[in-house]
């Protein structure tokens, strides 16, 4: 089963600021999810990723196969930022669902 | 992009009740819908995983006969939890699958059991 390690786990940081949340997963993996979650709860998928990188927005992803590791990037960060992102990968064949990070918790202050 | 809806999106239920939950894929055919569970706090957890036409294959742990999935059509999978209890109480997601692997989340459902 693919283990799945999300960082930092809670980050506070300044309006403005450049943001980056890293995901490493220790299986070989067809595919890679960034999600959003807000405080009610829904979820947004950013992201799918099985190469290279991504952009849209402020928001730009990137994976690396070879070394497991996917990093998600946000640009001039903005309060309404504020929420929980999650790493999330597809193993194998893609039989099974995903495997979740446990989340990145990210607060943007004014 | 691709849809895919919930619903409710919110439900306050008695114990002892059985609750509904839908998923649809709006604009696409979703062979293989998965259904999450997410604790307080937690990350989220698959439940089971449905095909279209076939039975739901479930995680260890998750009682089949308390939630009960049907995947009747390539648009449409339900959950029902049956004689909800208060540690029923959580937040229900699903994902679907369309044929090129691509996969969408739905909304979620934060199920409420008094």
């Known amino acids: 089963k693919n283990e799945v390690e999300q960082s930092p786990q809670n980050l506070t940081a300044q309006e403005g600021e450049f943001i980056t949340i890293n995901c490493s997963y220790s299986?070989?993996?067809?595919?890679l999810h960034w999600l959003q979650q807000h405080p009610g709860g829904g979820i947004v998928s950013l992201f799918m990723l099985s190469s290279g990188k991504k952009k849209h927005g402020r928001l730009i992803a990137t994976i690396n196969i070879q070394e497991k590791h996917s990093s998600l990037h946000i640009t001039a960060s903005h309060p309404r930022d504020s929420a929980v992102y999650i790493c999330?990968?597809?193993?194998?064949?893609?039989?099974?669902?995903?495997?979740f990070g446990k989340g990145t918790h990210l607060i943007i202050q004014p | 992009g691709a849809v895919v809806s919930q619903h409710p999106s919110r439900v306050i239920c008695k114990s002892g009740t059985s609750v509904k939950i839908e998923c649809r894929s709006l604009d696409f055919q979703a062979t293989t819908m998965f259904w999450y569970r997410q604790f307080p706090k937690k990350s989220l957890m698959l439940m089971a995983t449905s095909n279209e036409g076939s039975k739901a294959t479930y995680e260890q742990g998750v009682e089949k006969d308390k939630f009960l999935i049907n995947h009747a059509s390539l648009t449409l999978s339900t959950l029902t939890v049956t004689s909800a209890h208060p540690e029923d109480s959580s937040f229900y997601i699903c994902s679907a699958r369309g044929r090129r692997a691509e996969q969408y989340f739905g909304p979620g459902t934060r199920l409420t059991v008094t």
């Open positions: 999330a990968v597809l193993s194998g064949g893609g039989a099974d669902g995903l495997t």
């Open positions: 299986v070989g993996i067809s595919a």
